[in-house]
C-alpha cells in the first residue's frame, strides 16, 4: 500500500517561498495521481494541486494559481509542491495523497492522511 510522508513546512514571511515534499515511504508513486491539500486553522480541508501519474498534467485551485507549481519525479519517488508569494491566508497544514490510480485524489476519496507538514506565513 502506497504511504506518503510529507515535509518542507516551516515558518516564513510574506512574499515568501517554501517547497513541500511528499516521498513514498512504502510503495511506489508511479502509477498514482498525487495531490496535495490543505487544512487552515478553524476550516475545512481543501484540494490545492493535482498531478498525474506521468507529470504530464497538473490542474490548481484557483487560490493558488500562478503562485503554486506542483511537480514530480517518479525515479524519486517524490512529489513536490513549491510555493512562492506566500500570504497568511496560505497559512494551513498540507498533505499530499494519492489518487485511484491515474486520477487525481479527493477528499472524499482519500482514506488515509499522513500527518501533514504545517505552513505558517507570519511576519
Known amino acids: 500500500q502506497l504511504q506518503l510522508v510529507e515535509s518542507g513546512g516551516g515558518l516564513v514571511q510574506p512574499g515568501g517561498s517554501l517547497r513541500l515534499s511528499c516521498v513514498a515511504s512504502s510503495g511506489t508513486l508511479y502509477h498514482y495521481a498525487i495531490g496535495w491539500f490543505r487544512q487552515a486553522p478553524g476550516k475545512e480541508r481543501e484540494e490545492v494541486s493535482c498531478?498525474?501519474?506521468?507529470?504530464?498534467?497538473?490542474n490548481y485551485a484557483d487560490s493558488v494559481k500562478g503562485r503554486f507549481t506542483i511537480s514530480r519525479d517518479n525515479a524519486k519517488n517524490t512529489a513536490w509542491l513549491q510555493m512562492n508569494s506566500l500570504d497568511a491566508e496560505d497559512t494551513a497544514i498540507y498533505y499530499c495523497?494519492?489518487?485511484?490510480?491515474?486520477?487525481?485524489?479527493?477528499?472524499?476519496?482519500?482514506?488515509?492522511w499522513g500527518k501533514g507538514t504545517p505552513v505558517t506565513v507570519s511576519s
Open positions: 498531478i498525474s501519474s506521468s507529470g504530464g498534467s497538473t
Open positions: 495523497a494519492p489518487g485511484l490510480g491515474r486520477f487525481c485524489p479527493s477528499i472524499s476519496t482519500v482514506n488515509h
